[in-house]
């Protein structure tokens, strides 16, 4: 059994996703990171970056205790090699999607993130923070774009972790204001991912579906929403 510990995020749904897709056993413990509940010391045990998404298997495969796995990245992987699908064991595919998944957890991700940070969240008058983080997501969206016009899927023809890490961020790009006329590649492959029976479970599973409050544009925070994602909450969680 997977315990997922999950909020309805793009990096969330990966996980959810991922699961589906692999037929493992899981159970869902929801946060609501408005509210703070990944701030809580016992989360911290097993995400010491206290944030979401974090899994512990409680049947890992060297038969001992259970184990905790942080970052979405990582957990793709550790699922992929629990169930031995989508990732190849070996060779040039494996290379390929493992590439692919560290340019969105380490590129598109972060700078997705920050795109959103200032256009949803920051005060006004951030007018340079704005134009460097969209411009680099864009940028980013041609390199996804060129690759999707040379191949099916990103680690070539066949669906892995890269294509799960990437995808759920479509969400996203929408409540930016980021469309996908100009990127026809990543338009087709959207569409054939969302088709996919595991892909649609979890997109239409109530559990795992974004509350309003997460997909909103110019977000005014309270203060204590503000506290607990960015604030003096946040940076409290982590000191010892
Ligand atoms: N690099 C991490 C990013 C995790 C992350 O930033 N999670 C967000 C939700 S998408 C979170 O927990 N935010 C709460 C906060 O920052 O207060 C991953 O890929 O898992």
């Known amino acids: 059994m997977i315990e997922l510990h999950y909020a309805a995020t793009p990096n969330g749904q990966k996980i959810a996703i991922m699961l ?64 031995g699908l989508l990732l190849d064991a070996e060779g040039r595919g494996r290379s390929l999607a493992l590439q692919w998944l560290t340019w969105q957890v380490a590129g598109l991700g972060p700078m997705g993130g920050q795109a959103s940070h ?7 008058g951030q007018d340079y923070a704005v134009a460097r983080y969209t411009r680099e997501l864009e940028r980013l969206l041609r ?35 980021i469309g996908f006329e100009g990127y026809p590649a990543i338009a087709d ?31 005014r925070l309270s203060d204590d929403e503000w506290s607990n994602m960015f604030g003096d909450r946040m940076h409290g969680a982590v000191q010892r």
């Open 20 to 83: 589906e897709e692999t037929g493992l056993a899981y159970r869902v413990t929801p946060y609501d990171i408005f509210e703070g509940d990944h701030l809580d010391p016992a989360f911290g045990t097993i995400n010491p970056n206290h944030k979401l998404p974090a899994i512990v298997d409680h049947a890992p495969v060297d038969g001992g205790a259970p184990f905790a796995v942080f970052e979405s990245g990582a957990i793709l992987q550790y699922l992929a090699e629990k169930s």
């Open 118 to 124: 200032f256009l949803r969240y920051a005060p006004d």
């Open 143 to 177: 390199v996804l774009e060129n690759r999707l016009s040379e191949a099916p899927y990103l680690a070539g023809d066949a669906y892995s972790i890269a294509d799960i890490a990437v995808w759920p961020g479509r969400a996203a790009s929408h409540v930016m204001g």
């Open 189 to 219: 492959w959207f569409d054939r991912i969302a088709a996919r029976p595991a892909v649609r479970r979890a997109m239409n599973d109530p559990v795992f579906k974004a509350p309003d409050k997460y997909m909103g544009r110019n977000q």
